[in-house]
């Protein structure tokens, strides 16, 4: 077992020793209960347990990535494909969530056709009835019960070459800190032409943006403090942009939904769109250049 580091009043520190692999097990562990305590109140229809069961999900897949080298076997390919199942789940009943809080705004209620709750009203109902079926399904189980045991002594775990056992063994700070560098470099670099981006474009760096943010957060509890850098300074601009990003998803949501509803054939397509895109990019592209700065202090 790895020791730990402890504080004069005996509360355990950060870890100063641990490995890769043992790294890696305690994050994964820690995603996936995020996923299996929400998952009763999920299949009830509780938007905050969907919102966490989803996070779960992006910070189990960001800590596979982020440790690929070691944990990408023949075994992850069928889990990620049961993530990806959850999450389109999962994504449905939350993108009527959020469009339905999003109406709720004045600046974008105007982009909204009269009568569009109804429509809502209806799509939520039946995204949460396959919500639920999916929730209380055997499959389910079958991937908590299959994740768990592959995190503890997957293949990834049990290969006896000598290149997979450095892989594990190497201290976690050093590998950490060499990761987040190539990681921020590479968020610096994609988001330099915000503006002239495609939507997928803009999409994926906003997946970019998330991943660090959520890695940063999760390393502190198994990382020492020395090898993240200055996380506690990049953290907040990070989320700023990914926020800005998600706006601009969550924009063009809203449009496309006001467009396929059967208010919006009745009543005719609000104007407005361009006008709030236009001011919601220039708010990501200013968030941008905070977290740039702050990359570089």
Known sequence: MSRRSTKANGVAAHPIDLDCAEAFRRIATSCLAEIAANRHG??????DAIHRMRVGITRLRSAVTFFSAMTRDEAWPRLKSELRWLNRSLGSARDVDVVAQNIQRPRYRKLTAKGIERDLDRRSKQSRRR??????????????????AWIDGGPWATRSDPRSDQQRRQPVGPYCERKIAQWQAKLIHRGSDLADMKESQRHRLRIRAKRL???LE???SVCPERHL???GKVTKPI?????SLGDLGDLKRLRDWT????AAR??????????????VLADAARAYRKMARAFQH
Do not use: D, I, N
Request: charged content about 25%; overall charge positive; aromatic content about 6%.
């Open 42 to 47: 999920a299949s009830l229809g509780q938007a």
């Open 131 to 148: 919500l639920q079926r999916a929730l209380r399904s055997s499959r389910l189980q079958r991937f908590v019960t299959t994740a768990s």
């Open 213 to 215: 943010r959520y890695m």
């Open 218 to 220: 999760m390393l502190a």
């Open 229 to 231: 850098g200055p996380s």
């Open 239 to 243: 989320k700023h942009l990914q926020r």
């Open 259 to 262: 467009k396929s509803s059967m």
């Open 266 to 279: 009745r009543e005719g397509q609000p104007h407005g769109y361009k006008r709030e895109k236009t001011l």
